[in-house]
């Protein structure tokens, strides 16, 4: 039992980005908007599992915050406000469907065989370890949301601003977008 | 530890089936949840190389692709609201009023 515990305290990324994939395929592949959502939903937090176990912890409540708590209640909102027209969905996938998944497998191919190397070659031996001469600049910061903090802040404080002018742009825009005609 | 390749693989796949869900569906509110997912495919690849190299910019970066995230996903939406008072409809194949 303690054996089978610890082994999947190893794989969690394993298991949490393989349960991603699945919810990710069923938003793609489900008839209902609000199914899809849920997909979306699930998909989601099972990404916040895998940045969990990547040690990334602040982005990881992050992802839960912004997606699971804004971003999925906003489409939930939408696909309520818009999903009950009258006419029914004639088909679900486009016309061109298959040729479209043939594109898409065949760029994927492409990439995968540039690429072979770096996905299924030998594991480069240390691989996601933090380096000790690396390690020692990130001392200053016990904590991962300190040193988020400080990589934003200090060294990336100019790119930060600039995500706030276009959240307010954005937030003026979808106002815009979205007000009824009335003037 | 998790190794590099599994998470470059999980964030490719992901990135796959947000390209395929754009190309095949024509729910417009759909597309833009691929779209999403992409979005986080790259902040999965963000993330490990930040695990990987021991520098905490990577993370940074995810964050501030979250917030771009946020306000696209704002935008597209108010779109999708304005289109389908117009149109009545969020099938993207019914909307062609620019084709000749």
Same mark, same amino acid.
């Given at each position: ?21 699945? &919810? ?22 099972? =990404? ?24 999925? =209640? ?39 065989? =540039? ?13 996601? =370890? ?42 003026? &825009? ?10 | 530890?998790?190794? +590099? ?58 964050? +501030? ?17 304005? +289109? ?12 062609? +009023?620019?084709?000749?």
């Amino acid at each position: 039992m303690e054996h089978f515990i610890e082994t999947i305290g190893r794989n969690m990324f394993a298991i949490f980005g393989v349960m991603a994939l699945g &919810g990710a395929a069923f938003m793609v592949g489900s008839r209902s908007a609000v199914h899809s959502v849920l997909g979306f939903l699930f998909a989601m937090l099972c =990404v916040a599992g895998c940045f969990l176990s990547l040690e990334a912890e602040f982005l990881g409540m992050a992802q839960i915050l912004v997606y699971a708590g804004g971003i999925v =209640v906003l489409f939930l909102f939408v696909v309520m406000l818009v999903e009950m027209s009258k006419k029914k969905e004639k088909a679900v996938f486009q016309l061109q469907s298959r040729h479209a998944i043939a594109v898409a497998l065949l760029g994927a191919a492409a990439f995968l065989g =540039v690429f072979r190397k770096v996905l299924f070659g030998a594991a480069s031996p240390d691989a996601l =370890v933090l380096r000790p001469e690396l390690a020692a600049g990130l001392d200053v910061a016990k904590q991962n949301a300190q040193a988020v903090s400080r990589g934003l802040y200090a060294d990336y404080l100019l790119p930060f601003e600039i995500l706030s002018v276009i959240l307010l742009v954005a937030l003026v &825009g979808a106002v815009v977008l979205a007000k009824t005609e009335r003037v | 530890m998790v190794s +590099l390749n599994a998470v470059l693989l999980i964030s490719f796949l992901l990135f796959t089936i947000g390209i395929i869900g754009v190309l095949i569906r024509r729910n417009a509110l759909v597309i833009l949840m691929c779209v999403e997912l992409m979005l986080n495919a790259a902040n999965l690849n963000f993330i490990a190389f930040a695990r990987h190299s021991g520098s905490v910019s990577g993370q940074a970066f995810a964050l +501030l692709v979250m917030g771009f995230a946020a306000a696209e996903v704002a935008v597209g939406l108010a779109l999708v609201v304005a +289109l389908y008072r117009k149109r009545d409809t969020v099938q993207v194949d019914d909307i062609n +009023l620019l084709k000749g």
